[in-house]
């Protein structure tokens, strides 16, 4: 994330905007990859999925033992089979590392796995990227419970993503800590993985070999984003070469930001699909790969780890995709979870 100089809190990595509106006028800069994809049909349906209410007994909170706490510097965790974590400081070491993130794996009673991962880029200090961490898969988890033990039948996983997403911002919110932080998500139960984002933290996945990405960066100029924007009051500018809500922030969905938040909310995308055997691995980041890193560049990068090999291992991978973006020119904090998609088909 980026905030004006001009803004008192810090500002974190520079962001290349999305292509040029005729709308607007802003320098030209080199364009975010879109997620565009020969597949992206498969992902919409009329319908959202229906919460079958068995998946989810009561367990204990997801987030609890998955979050790193300072002093956050370079971290990397692997569990062999299943995901593999790597986060770099980024290269303006005057700054503290804002980038978080969780990983939990579980089993219910009947032997079937879940989990839950999530990225979390802050901006404008670490604190709403760590109470996300520490909170999101709660929340989520929390409201797919309340469902369950209300009976209601008409339930989607993806209304429980969207009420925990809220109750994460409205939390945060109250503790007046100031910042925001950007969220990209997977939550993954009985075959079935949805994901979700608010900001431009991204998901990549590999479907035998072909990237596909399964959220869209939410850019200020973005159409739908710009008209929101200003039909609640807001406008959209550039500033420094990058467009910015209120001439300030260059996400237009996020957690926290109070000052801008009638403009940057908080409410995620998500979309649903079903783990099938040609789906081999999900690839989550920070913007700070995918400024510099294509959707099939890191998918090229991660395949030969962990397909068609005896023991797969996709952590040297998540530091390769890493150590590509900063020698790309990268200097922002980079934060990459690889999971492998085998281990979760129903």
Known sequence: MQLSKDQETPPSSP??????????????RKPRERTSSPFSEVLRRKRPPMLNRELFPQAPPWSREAVKTPPYEDVEAEKDGVYSVYCKRGRRRSMAMEDRHSA?????GGGRKKAFFGV???HGGS??????AENLGNNIEAAVAAAARSGDEGYSIERAIREGYLKTDEEFLKEGSGGGACCVTALISNGELAVSNAGDCRAVISRAGVAEALTTDHSPNQENELKRIRASGGYVDCHHGVWRVQCTLAVSRAIGDEYLKKWV?????????KIKPELE??????DGLWDNVTNQEAVDVVRP????????????????LAELSSRKGSLDD????IIQLKQFVA
């Open 15 to 28: 962001r290349s905007p999305p292509p040029k509106l005729s709308t607007v006028a802003c320098p030209s």
């Open 281 to 286: 691995f999900l690839i989550l980041a920070s």
């Open 305 to 320: 780890y962990c397909i068609g090999v005896e023991n797969p291992k996709t952590l040297p991978a998540c530091k390769k």
């Open 127 to 132: 604190n709403a990227a760590e109470f996300a």
């Open 120 to 122: 979390y880029d802050g």
């Open 265 to 273: 909310i908080a409410e995620p995308e998500t979309r649903t699909l």
């Open 334 to 337: 980079i934060s990459v979870i």
């Open 104 to 108: 939990v794996v579980d089993h219910d």
